[in-house]
């Protein structure tokens, strides 16, 4: 330090001890000083792997996901969710081209091609509203969670009745999941759920018919990239986690002509994720109940 600059530090700290002095000859009756004022960081998002941990409560995907904002984004200032209360969660204000969700998620009764029969989930619809789709309490102890449940027949006549989740990317683009190699979830299967088929898979432009965004490929579709769980109960919240390439189809598909397991190119195709709970065309009565949640790439 130069000899200007020495002095330069030693007039600071003696008008520190000048402060500090004043403040305490002023004594207790003195008013505190006011609140500093600092500048206000932006709220931090979600990592741009995860898709989503369904703690805002809703059944939109994170809009921090990689690829959710496709036009650049101008926040005018942040400001306290409660105006009384400055410590409050920030809130974006004035935001030019805001981010919007790739995808959502869907909860049903479906069965196969047929009409929706009446294999209900616990509730008066055959289909969750969002509220009732998005539970508390998820998975690490996480605020919000994803469960599926009710009872289901199924009449062995062709139509495959199943509890599914969905979370579709986009209605008509596949989702371009080239920058992962993986992806990962909490899965929550109590002993209540007696179902012989659970499936997790992955549907792309290739398995799906054109209808879903399929490229027109299959004849016979659904033959999707993917994953059984085991029968019986998880036991409470477990991590699943699998690379694309280890996630293979059932063989159904027509025609048969793609790998068994998802080559690294289909990482391009992705359209929606899958979840099927059922028995799988056999007859008779099953409950379901399973829980998902912190979905992420990786
Ligand atoms: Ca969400
Ligand atoms: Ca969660």
């Not at 002095?7 to 402060?19: F, I, K, P, S």
């Amino acid at each position: 330090m130069n000899k200007q600059g020495v002095w330069m530090g030693r007039a600071v700290v003696l008008g520190l001890l000048l402060m500090s002095a004043l403040w305490i000859n002023q004594g207790c009756t003195a008013k505190a000083p006011a609140a500093p004022v600092f500048a206000i960081p932006p709220p931090v998002g979600l990592a741009n792997n995860i898709i989503d941990n369904f703690e805002d409560g809703n059944t939109s995907m994170s809009v921090d996901l990689k690829g959710a904002a496709s036009l650049p984004q101008t926040v005018i200032s942040y400001v306290p969710s409660d105006p009384q209360d400055p410590n409050s969660p920030l809130v974006a204000q004035g935001v030019v081209n805001p981010p919007v969700p790739l995808g959502s998620w869907v909860g049903s009764s479906w069965a196969g091609n047929a009409v929706n029969t009446p294999y209900i989930f616990t509730g008066a619809s055959t289909s969750p509203a969002p509220s009732n789709l998005i539970l508390s309490s998820g998975a690490l102890g996480t605020k919000g969670y994803c469960r599926l449940f009710g009872p289901i027949h199924d009449a062995a006549d062709g139509t495959y009745p199943a509890f599914q989740l969905e979370g579709k990317f986009k209605g008509t683009a596949p989702y371009d999941a080239s920058s992962f190699t993986g992806i990962q979830f909490y899965l929550n299967i109590p002993t209540a759920d007696t179902c012989p088929t659970r499936r997790f898979s992955i549907a792309t432009i290739w398995t799906l018919p054109a209808a879903e965004g399929g490229n027109g490929y299959c004849t016979s579709c659904y033959d999707h990239y993917g994953a059984n769980f085991a029968a019986g109960s998880t036991g409470g919240w477990v991590l699943r986690s699998y690379t694309f390439t280890t996630l293979s189809r059932g063989g159904f598909l027509v025609p048969a002509g793609i790998p068994n397991n998802m080559p690294l190119t289909m990482r391009t195709d992705f359209v929606k994720l899958v979840f099927q709970f059922g028995r799988n065309g056999t007859s008779g009565n099953s409950v379901v109940d399973y829980a998902v949640d912190e979905f992420s790439f990786f």
